[in-house]
């Protein structure tokens, strides 16, 4: 798998745990997808204002301050981030609980997960 | 009168009255009546008021037109004859009748009067008024009325009428036009009318123009001095019509000719005229002039004076009575006392008897003010009759004013419309008439007709043109006589000529000179003068003395001489000389007589002269010629003489007939006033002859009571006899008068009465004399009775004093009874002990004792039954319950008496009654109280006050009550203290055990009473347990246990449980010591207890299952992270690996990582094995506190990192409590997870845990700043499953306050400061775990 249509893709990591946003950093940086990496969700919508807006996000549930559901609509509402993944180690976390705007792609993944099925996720998603 | 109608439409109503005889006059009347057309009658028959009149039928057939009974309010139409129902009134109305129930109860029914009087009325006929037979006078006022009111009246000749009462009566009241007999008024009725409507029609027509109207009046004026040209026209005229109707003369130009040929005619068309004014008060103004004179003269009359009114030409009276009532309100106005008298005079005698009734219809009280009419006039009938005190002052009498002898000494004379009947001469001559008979300045009051000159001569005008006068101070007229003879009224005083005598000195030398003897005479031949001696020719005969000549001359000269004066005066001449010689005497006498004229006062001188020889040949007759022919001279002189003198006493006799005759008419009317008088001294008399009979009655009732008398007397005797005890009476000054053979015993008295004389001598003889004596004086004072007890002889009497009193209250005598009193004195005096003695042990007795009699009086009330009641002893005896108490009360109380008398034992009774205001019980015993005969003659009520008594029964009742309906059992002990000294341990009795004791244990409440308290107990807590009853005793009494659980004896389901709560009570002042326990059996609470812990401890088991539940979750979260981080790590290596990189830097970086998250996942194993540890056996163990804390601290950080929540942790105290740290851990995880979740959506997120060290205990506090706990969810929040939140179990904080209240602490919550605090009290050490 080369994940070729990824290439150069940039892609916004929200997650606390600084261990999984490092490993995450570099196997994205395998497929050479451009990462950057918030531990709270307020920075990456600070970020918003200065930063390249990213082309995917993918974003933890439980967070210090917000949580991911209501990041993920906070930048798709100001910044029209989109697709987002939320990966979350919350079992009972499920899309249809969530209500997120129409045209938002969206999609939940449970932790743990692969990093191709991460990476198959967003291929789709961005595919749609 | 004549209305707008045309004459031929103007229908005729004839109104026709009769009574007795009606019915024939009616029949012959109708018979022959000829008037149809135009006309309707009026049928007005007296009948009997219960009778169905039978008229109509009667005179049905007697005439065409048609005849029915008259109806209410029916319209008169033409040609009907109307009979007037009986007993009703019938009058007229408009063109309808009236029929109302008869007014008059006493006169005839229906009243022609009445009718006739509401047609005079009419507006809408021409009348008619006919009278017909009958008795009585209903129908005259009537006719007057329509007379008066210009309607033509008709009568029914007497003679030809039945009765003739009624026409007689209107005929003579001279209200008649015309007197017919029935059958030729029939026939003529209609031209009559036809003649009197064309007189009436032509006078209309010519209405002012006609100058023989104004010819008329000025014949009337001419004649009689009455100007009638103000009067009302239409009433002249109809009076003239009527005159020329009478008279049937048909133009008015006629008429006034006839007049003018006829002045009687005037006269009597002039009272026709007047007529119609005749009424009470005629013209008023006149009347008030009266009145103002009246006061005026009245003035001058004192009380008790008399007024004396002559009212001439009175008619029908109403002129006398309008005087009458002016002058008697006039002396009320001046308030006198003045009796007065009207004489009412009238030529007329007919008048005279309707004027004595006073009866008078409505019209002619027209102008009589409303106040007199009331006071003087009494309404019958629709007539007026003047009040009966006015008519008996009133007197009327027949009087000729021409011929009779006036009334004398008059104050008043009313004249009035009467001189028109008199010639000029006539007036004058009445006019001096009543100058004569008016006392000084006495009134004259004349009508408008009365205007003769002469009254000014007389009279004095009270005004310019005034009717009233007042008599002039002149002399009266002598010359008016009352009969023909004029009588010289001048006054023959001598005194009056001694004046004149002057004048005889001048001629006395003369006379003497002449003949020396002469006499001077006044013209009534009295003798003035003596000139000369005189006495052979006059002397002083036997009897009363005169001065008469005819007295006084000698017997020869008399017979000659007094016809020779006679002739001289009669003659006014001098008379020849006379020669007088008498026949024993030769010498003659000439007399000569002088007629000295004087206008005032003639006198006449009779000279005498002697001449003894000279005879005279010429005057000498031959002596034997002489003789015959002087003889025959003096004969025919004498017989002259003899003439004039009878002349003379005729004329005399003539006046004093006339003067009688005026005294005769003056008695008649004092005679009616005698009449009345002797009328009501006869009824005097005959009340006087039936009082002589009741006295004569009484006189005969008097002899027998006298006789009884004399019997009682000597019955009385007898009785003083028979008595045993001695009887004394006595008089008022102690004499002995009478007394008993037992008195003459014990006193010694003797019967011979002078030698007893002195009571106080017999009595004496005793010491106890002196004491009756003054008992006997005393008595004579008082007059009353009077008793005292006295002592004779060893015995003991009871003397009693009675006065005798008299008529006027004086004492004549007194009674003495003396009565062996002896054994009732000793009986009283033992009775008076017994009844003291009882009456101090009632007095004395706590019950409150009264006696009453069979009327339920009270006889007797000792002092508590007073005090009770508040009442003093007068207030109660005598007096019954209904009048002491209320009426309620006593009536109760009546018929629980009315028992008790019928009983014959004592009835006792509980009774309630209110004392005032307050309520009282009263345990009361009525017995009745037997007389000697067993007959009961009073009731005694002892009532005993129980209030408290029973409200303290009713109060324990009510504590047993409700001690036993409650499920406590209450019981009370008492020490024995000899049995505690004795035994050596307390020792107490059951003094009192409630009923529901059964209940409990089984045993009746009784079986424990006066048992000792083993006894009791053992029943609890079973047989041969002493030991253990003793110890609770001893620490009841000693240590005063309050509160203890007992463990009972088993039961069905194992053992029983008490509860049993004492409170001690030590005996003070001697009293034992004691103690109230309360038992209670709570087996079934315990069982509950039990049951809900058991019950509580599951649901904490589920309770911590389910929070280990959410644990888990929490902790599967968590680890899901470093599992990320480890697969990913793996899989980047792996991917790396296959990407053909270099991974060994790669492995060595991954590997660290892997192991650094391994390590985290077993620190979060760490802490899920220590929340696993909850479910551990709960044991209680030592433990710092902080620690603890900081434990839960590590196991939840996770969970506040999740959140974003800062938890500050402020725990620096080293304490340590004993507790299950289990619990109070995950106490402290749920209040922390609460708190996370409540301040998850704040802005600002923090929870404080904190921990305070105190003296016993320890908190934990857990604080956040969220929204904190409404009110309303504090008391819900503690109650299991209650959640606010979406998720949860609703457990957390149920399981919490278990926790702590296991713990035995206290859990609060505060948001008081902004923040929620949960707080956390435990106590460090807890032995009950």
């Known amino acids: ?128 | 009168m004549i209305k707008k109608k045309s004459q031929n439409e103007q229908l005729t109503l004839v109104g026709i009255g009769s009574s007795a005889g009606g019915l024939q006059a009616l029949t012959e009347f109708f018979k022959h009546c000829a008037a149809l057309n135009n006309f309707s009658y009026v049928v007005v028959q007296h009948t009997s008021p219960n009778y169905q009149t039978m008229l109509p039928k009667l005179l049905k057939d007697t005439t065409k037109l048609r005849v029915k009974e008259a109806e209410h309010l029916e319209v008169i139409e033409e040609g009907v004859v109307y009979i007037a129902p009986s007993n009703k009134d019938i009058m007229l109305r408009g063109d309808c009748f009236e029929l109302t129930p008869s007014e008059n109860t006493i006169g005839p029914r229906p009243s022609v009067d009445g009718f006739f009087s509401s047609l005079s009325k009419t507006e809408s006929f021409e009348a008619i008024g006919i009278v017909l037979s009958g008795t009585g006078n209903d129908g005259t006022q009537g006719l007057k009325e329509l007379k008066n009111a210009g309607f033509l009246t008709i009568s029914q000749s007497p003679d030809s009428a039945k009765y003739d009462g009624m026409p007689r009566s209107a005929i003579s009241s001279g209200f008649t036009d015309i007197v017919l007999s029935p059958s030729e008024l029939g026939e003529q009725l209609a031209d009559i009318l036809d003649n009197f409507r064309g007189l009436a029609q032509r006078s209309v027509s010519l209405e002012r123009k006609d100058h023989s109207y104004n010819l008329v009046l000025k014949i009337l004026k001419k004649q009689v001095q009455v100007d009638f040209s103000h009067y009302k026209e239409p009433t002249i005229r109809r009076r003239i019509q009527r005159r020329m109707l009478a008279n049937k003369i048909l133009t008015l130009d006629d008429y006034a000719t006839f007049l003018t040929n006829n002045p009687s005619e005037v006269h009597t068309l002039f009272q026709d005229v007047l007529i119609s004014v005749t009424e009470m008060f005629r013209d008023q103004v006149q009347f008030e002039e009266l009145e103002t004179e009246l006061e005026d003269y009245l003035k001058r009359k004192d009380d008790g004076d008399t007024i004396r009114i002559w009212c001439a030409g009175c008619s029908s009276g109403e002129e006398a009575y309008s005087l009458a009532i002016t002058v008697n309100e006039v002396l009320k106005k001046q308030n006198k006392n003045i009796r007065m008298t009207v004489f009412a005079t009238d030529i007329n005698e007919a008048t005279m008897e309707a004027a004595r009734k006073g009866v008078y219809s409505e019209r002619s009280l027209e102008s009589v003010k409303q106040s007199i009419k009331n006071e003087y006039f009494t309404k019958l009938d629709g007539h007026y009759q003047i009040n009966k005190h006015i008519r008996e002052m009133v007197v009327f009498a027949r009087h000729d004013l021409t011929s009779d002898p006036p009334f004398l000494r008059v104050d008043l004379i009313s004249c009035r419309n009467v001189f028109i009947y008199f010639g000029p001469a006539i007036q004058e001559r009445i006019t001096k008439i009543f100058h004569y008979s008016l006392n000084p300045k006495g009134i004259l009051f004349l009508g408008k007709a009365e205007a003769t000159s002469s009254i000014k001569d007389y009279f004095q005008p009270s005004q310019s043109h005034s009717r009233v006068y007042r008599k002039l101070p002149k002399k009266s007229d002598g010359t008016i006589s009352f009969g023909t003879l004029k009588i010289d009224h001048q006054p023959k005083f001598i005194t009056s000529k001694t004046g004149k005598r002057d004048s005889l000195k001048v001629i006395k030398p003369y006379i003497k000179s002449i003949a020396p003897t002469s006499l001077l005479l006044d013209s009534d031949f009295t003798l003035l003068q003596i000139f000369g001696s005189a006495q052979e020719y006059i002397s002083l005969s036997e009897g009363a003395a005169s001065l008469k000549l005819d007295d006084l001359i000698l017997e020869p000269y008399k017979k000659r001489l007094m016809p020779a004066l006679l002739k001289s005066r009669r003659l006014k001449q001098n008379a020849n000389k006379v020669c007088i010689s008498s026949q024993q005497d030769p010498k003659k006498v000439f007399i000569d007589i002088f007629y000295i004229e004087d206008p005032i006062e003639p006198q006449i001188i009779v000279s005498f002269s002697e001449k003894v020889e000279e005879v005279d040949e010429s005057t000498t007759p031959p002596d034997s010629d002489f003789d015959s022919y002087s003889e025959m001279r003096e004969l025919q002189q004498e017989l002259l003489h003899t003439r004039e003198q009878l002349n003379l006493v005729v004329e005399e006799q003539e006046t004093s007939n006339e003067e009688l005759q005026a005294l005769n008419e003056e008695m008649q009317s004092a005679n009616e006033e005698l009449q009345s008088t002797n009328e009501e001294l006869e009824v005097s008399n005959e009340e006087l002859q039936s009082t002589n009979e009741e006295l004569t009655t009484l006189n005969e009732e008097l002899n027998s009571k006298s006789n009884e008398l004399v019997l009682v007397n000597r019955k009385l005797n007898n009785v003083i006899e028979t008595i045993d005890d001695p009887v004394i009476v006595v008089d008022s000054s102690l004499r002995l008068s009478s007394f008993n053979r037992s008195a003459e015993k014990m006193f010694d008295l003797k019967r011979d009465p002078t030698k007893n004389s002195e009571l106080a001598v017999a009595f004496l003889k005793y010491s106890s004399g002196v004491n009756l004596v003054n008992l006997a004086s005393k008595c004579l004072r008082s007059k009353s009775v009077e008793t005292m007890t006295v002592n004779i002889e060893q015995r003991v009497f009871f003397a009693k004093a009675q006065p005798i009193l008299g008529n006027q209250n004086e004492v004549e005598g007194v009674v003495f009874s003396l009565n062996d009193n002896t054994d009732l004195e000793n009986a009283l005096s033992r009775l008076q002990g017994s009844e003291r003695q009882l009456k101090e042990i009632f007095e004395h007795s706590p019950a409150s004792v009264s006696v009453k009699d069979l009327t339920g009086k009270y006889t007797y009330a000792n002092s508590n039954f007073l005090k009770l009641h508040g009442k003093k002893e007068e207030e109660v005896i005598g007096r019954d319950d209904y009048q002491l108490f209320s009426f309620e009360e006593a009536a109760r109380v009546k018929d629980i008496e009315i028992e008790a008398l019928r009983s014959k034992r004592a009835m006792m009774r509980e009774e309630t009654y209110k004392v005032g205001e307050r309520t009282e019980n009263f345990y009361s015993y009525r017995f009745r109280l037997l007389d000697k005969d067993g007959k009961p003659y009073g009731l005694c009520v002892m009532s005993f006050t129980v209030t408290e008594l029973v409200s303290t029964k009713h109060e324990l009742q009510l504590f047993r009550d409700i001690v036993s309906s409650s499920k406590s059992c209450s019981l009370i002990f008492f020490e024995n203290a000899e049995e505690t000294e004795r035994r050596g341990h307390p020792y107490f009795l059951t003094n009192y055990v409630s009923d529901n004791i059964e209940q409990m244990l089984g045993v009746p409440a009784r079986n424990f009473v006066n048992k000792d308290f083993f006894n009791f107990f053992s029943h609890i807590v079973g047989r041969r347990k002493d030991q253990k009853i003793l110890r609770l005793i001893k620490s009841i009494k000693n240590e005063g246990l309050e509160w203890v659980e007992i463990k009972g004896m088993d039961g069905e389901d194992g053992p029983r449980w008490y509860e049993l709560r004492s409170s001690f009570v030590p005996g003070r002042k001697g009293k034992p010591d004691g103690f109230h326990l309360i038992l209670n059996d709570i087996t079934e609470k315990k069982l509950e207890e039990r049951n809900q812990k058991q019950h509580q401890a599951e649901i904490l088991k589920s309770a911590r299952l389910a929070s280990l539940g959410e644990m888990a979750a929490g902790i599967s979260h968590e680890l899901n992270t470093p599992l990320q981080t480890i697969q990913s790590s793996a899989e980047l290596l792996e991917l790396s690996a296959q990407a053909g990189e270099d991974v060994k830097e790669q492995a060595l970086f991954m590997s660290e990582k892997i192991i650094d998250t391994v390590g985290k996942i077993s620190g979060i194993i760490k802490s899920l094995r220590s929340l696993a540890k909850m479910d551990e056996t709960l044991t209680s163990e030592t433990v710092e506190v902080r620690k603890l804390l900081l434990q839960v601290k590590e196991a939840t950080a996770y969970y506040f990192k999740n959140a974003g929540i800062e938890l500050r942790f402020e725990c620096s105290e080293d304490v340590s409590i004993v507790c299950r740290p289990r619990q109070i851990e995950q106490v402290v995880i749920n209040l922390l997870t609460n708190a996370v979740d409540a301040v998850k959506k704040q802005e600002e997120k923090w929870v404080k845990l904190q921990l305070l060290n105190q003296d016993k205990t320890i908190k934990i506090l857990v604080e956040d700043n969220g929204p904190g706990v409404p009110d309303s969810l504090k008391s819900q929040i503690m109650t299991p499953f209650f959640t606010t939140k979406k998720e949860g179990t609703g457990l957390g904080l149920s399981l919490t306050s278990s926790i702590v209240e296991e713990h035995r602490g206290y859990m609060r919550i505060d948001c008081s400061g902004g923040t929620t605090i949960f707080e956390i009290e435990l106590p460090k050490e807890c032995d009950e775990l």
Not at chain 1, 59 to 88: H, Q, R
Request: glycine share 6%.
């Open chain 1, 1 to 128: 798998m080369s994940y070729n249509e990824l290439k150069g893709l940039h892609l916004w990591i929200v997650e606390d745990d600084q261990d999984l946003q490092d490993v995450w950093s570099k196997a994205m940086a395998l497929y050479s997808i451009k990462c950057k990496t918030f531990m709270r969700g307020e920075d990456a919508i600070a970020a918003l204002e200065v930063e390249r807006k990213p082309d995917v996000l993918m974003c933890d549930y439980y967070l210090p301050g917000m949580n991911g559901e209501e990041i993920i609509k906070e930048l798709f509402i100001k910044g029209g981030i989109s697709p987002a993944l939320l990966v979350t180690g919350k079992q009972e976390v499920q899309s249809t609980l969530l209500k997120m705007p129409d045209k938002l792609k969206f999609k939940i993944l449970k932790k743990p997960v692969s990093i191709r099925t991460l990476l198959d996720n967003v291929s789709n998603l961005l595919s749609q």
